[in-house]
């Protein structure tokens, strides 16, 4: 996967918190509010939740940001930022990606090192750290940019990677302070600008970060760097097996002679209703696994939930099994396809072999 922004890590998500803006403004979240449809309820109090300010919002426009990573996450993402009226500048190997966002306004890099130097905050929607090793090293890229800038990891990665990389030499010598924040939402959270933010890291790095993240969605501080992380990785837990399970399901309705399209409209009223039975639930009736939210990228995020899980010395048995089977899925050559291919790879289980 090429560093040029053109794909980043998709992922299908769930509910989005009924924490605002506006409550991390004020230094704490809602209250937990219970789960709806079957899905689990938000907590109750975010920590460290000092992630900006009314002041702080205002001062977003005088942020310079430069956005990497430019696939059908980060394009909106950026978007939505040039939209809040800050000043926005993004950069991509292939001249064609940049183009609409240069048309709504936003300023094009000719390099990584050129938008660092125009920068204050880095934002980066890669998919994961052999990505983000590439813009950030070498002459033309990031860190020869400047000092003393805010790099924004948007892309899931493990906790323990993104404390590694905050460690490096490179990044502490050049004063660069690292946050991250994975995002939750999709394609259609990206676009509609109502993604849910999972942030880590220190709090006076976070405000200055959260107002520009506030043009994308939902940023909530959970804690110090990697609790983003944390905070993705029990997304993911969650959505690998929700999807799996929904995979499941509508093979056995299927194969027993059931109308897929009817159980599920029945499901989405019940306890087995969510999100992601509500976004996917047309792909499964058709078997529609074209490429979205890519089912490869969870081998990437589930092996990182189990890393935390070891330095947490705590036992993920449903975790280990789903990397079982996005990991087989994946070798099998399914793994460019949409999560729901699960589906597929269900029923290839109860073939004869060839």
């Not at 050129?114 to 052999?130: I, N, Q, R």
């Not at 990505?131 to 906790?159: K, N, Q, W, Y």
């Not at 010395?313 to 050559?333: E, H, K, N, S, Y």
Request: hydrophobic fraction near 40%.
């Amino acid at each position: 996967m090429a560093p040029d922004g053109s794909v980043e890590d998709v992922d299908p998500d769930d509910e989005r918190t009924g924490t605002t803006m506006a409550d991390m403004t004020s230094g704490t979240s809602t209250g937990g509010t219970g789960g709806t449809n079957g899905t689990a309820g938000t907590g109750g109090t975010s920590t460290g939740g000092t992630a900006g300010s009314v002041g702080g919002e205002r001062r977003a426009a005088g942020t310079r940001v430069g956005v990497i990573g430019l696939g059908v996450m980060g394009a909106p993402m950026a978007r939505h930022m040039v939209t809040a009226g800050i000043p926005t500048t993004v950069w991509a190997r292939r001249p064609a990606t940049t183009q609409a966002l240069a048309e709504h306004g936003a300023s094009v890099a000719a390099s990584a090192v050129e938008l660092a130097a125009a920068s204050d905050v880095v934002v980066l929607v890669l998919p994961g750290m052999p990505e983000i090793d590439a813009v950030l090293e070498g002459p033309d890229g990031l860190l020869a940019g400047g000092r003393d800038r805010v790099l924004v990891i948007c892309s899931t990665v493990s906790p323990r990677a993104v404390r590694e990389l905050a460690e490096r030499p490179g990044l502490r010598d050049a004063g660069w302070r690292v946050v991250d924040a994975p995002i939750s939402g999709g394609e259609q959270g990206a676009e509609a600008g109502t993604l849910a933010i999972f942030v880590g890291g220190e709090a006076e790095d976070v405000a200055v970060v959260a107002p520009v993240l506030g043009a994308t969605g939902t940023p909530v501080h959970l804690g110090p760097l990697g609790s983003g992380q944390v905070g993705k990785a029990c997304n993911q837990v969650i959505v690998a097996a929700t999807v799996t399970a929904l995979g499941e399901a509508a093979v056995l309705a299927e194969r027993s002679g059931l109308d897929v399209a009817a159980l599920f409209d029945l499901l989405g009223g019940g306890y087995a209703g969510s999100r992601l039975l509500e976004v996917k639930k047309d792909r499964f009736v058709a078997h529609d696994h074209s490429p979205s939210g890519a089912a490869k990228y969870m081998v990437k995020d589930l092996t990182g939930a189990l890393d935390q899980a070891e330095d947490a010395r705590t036992v993920l048995p449903l975790t280990t099994q789903l990397l079982t089977t996005f990991t087989d899925l994946t070798a099998a050559g399914l793994g460019d396809n949409d999560t729901a291919v699960v589906q597929a790879w269900i029923e290839r289980q109860g073939e004869p072999a060839s």
